[in-house]
């Protein structure tokens, strides 16, 4: 399990027995025995994980419907995928924001497709998925995690990907959460054969340990809006040690018609990483409202 998905997997008996609080306020899943689209035909049910980037995007997904003149319930902030995914099989929750890699790691942790890139990724989860559910398109943004440097010790060293860290990484500190030393370091010296001088736990000072010098390398979320604040260097993963996370929306069939699929496919179409980081800026770091930014965004590129 990477950081990743550590993240949207906190312990599911926690989260039944106590965490479920909608964004405003109460259980998100009251009143959700019922699938939705049997309860009305009409009603999308979209539900978010309970992170901020996770809601701005399930925000996103329920603005561009209801200006499709599609009927909307928003069920945000429910909690780990353990909750979300269950709901959305039973129907009782229609649409989801997903990070497909962290899905099929949930469905099939050893799945070779990991390491292929997202179109590896999409395939095998359209064989492991039940067949209530559906993937729709990728975007062609990621929260994933990196290996980032400052523009500093990226042009030194001639860092442009994490290959570049070969022969020159047991000079550098690395620092990241707590988990990733023994998840991910093992598995970038089996691809790249790297070996660090020295590891510190930084957890989420870890943008800022780079920026001031206390690490040289760090594991950063690449929507972290500190890569932006900080002008830090994000290097790329050829070897796909990271597995891909793509922004992805995954669907119950039986309640989406055509037209909120294509909508949703739109959004897809539009969302890169750079914009998305940009995003959580506004969201994380000047505290705007989640769902204002996200209709600027919508209004921005079109599609509301």
């Known amino acids: 399990m990477t950081p990743r998905l550590l993240r949207t997997a906190t312990a599911a008996a926690l989260l039944l027995g106590a965490a479920a609080c909608s964004s405003s306020g109460g259980d998100p899943l009251a009143a959700s025995t019922t699938p939705a689209a049997a309860s009305s035909g009409k009603t999308v049910v979209i539900g978010s994980a309970n992170f901020p980037e996770n809601e701005l995007l399930a925000s ?14 928003e069920k945000f902030n429910i909690g780990s995928r353990e909750v979300l995914y269950g709901q959305l099989k039973s129907g009782a929750l229609t649409v989801l924001p997903e990070y497909n890699g962290a899905l099929l790691t ?3 942790a050893k799945n070779p497709a990991l390491t292929g890139g997202t179109e590896a990724v999409n ?12 993937l ?41 959460p707590p988990e990733f030393k023994n998840r991910s370091e093992p598995l970038l010296k089996d691809a790249y054969g790297l070996t660090f001088k020295e590891w510190k736990p930084t957890g989420e000072t870890t943008a800022n340990a780079i920026k001031d010098g206390t690490i040289q390398v760090g594991n950063v979320f690449t929507t972290d809006p500190k890569i932006v604040t900080l002008k830090l260097v994000p290097l790329t993963d050829p070897k796909n040690v990271f597995s891909t996370q793509n922004i992805t929306p995954l669907v119950n069939k039986a309640g989406v018609d055509a037209t909120a699929t294509a909508a949703l496919n739109k959004i897809s179409a539009k969302l890169d990483t750079a914009g998305l980081a940009e995003l959580m800026k506004r969201v994380s770091v000047d505290k705007a409202d989640p769902s204002a930014v996200a209709k600027d965004w919508l209004k921005a590129n079109g599609l509301i």
């Open 60 to 73: 996103i997904y329920s603005q561009a419907l209801k200006a499709k003149g599609v009927k909307v319930e």
């Open 136 to 176: 729709l398109d990728s975007a062609a943004a990621q929260d994933n995690d990196s290996l980032s440097v400052t523009p500093e010790t990226a042009a030194k060293y001639n860092l442009k990907s994490i290959a570049d860290l070969a022969g020159k990484s047991a000079e550098f500190v690395i620092g990241g």
């Open 106 to 108: 949930y469905l099939d």
């Open 123 to 134: 395939a095998a989860l359209v064989t492991k998925l039940p067949a209530e559910l559906a």
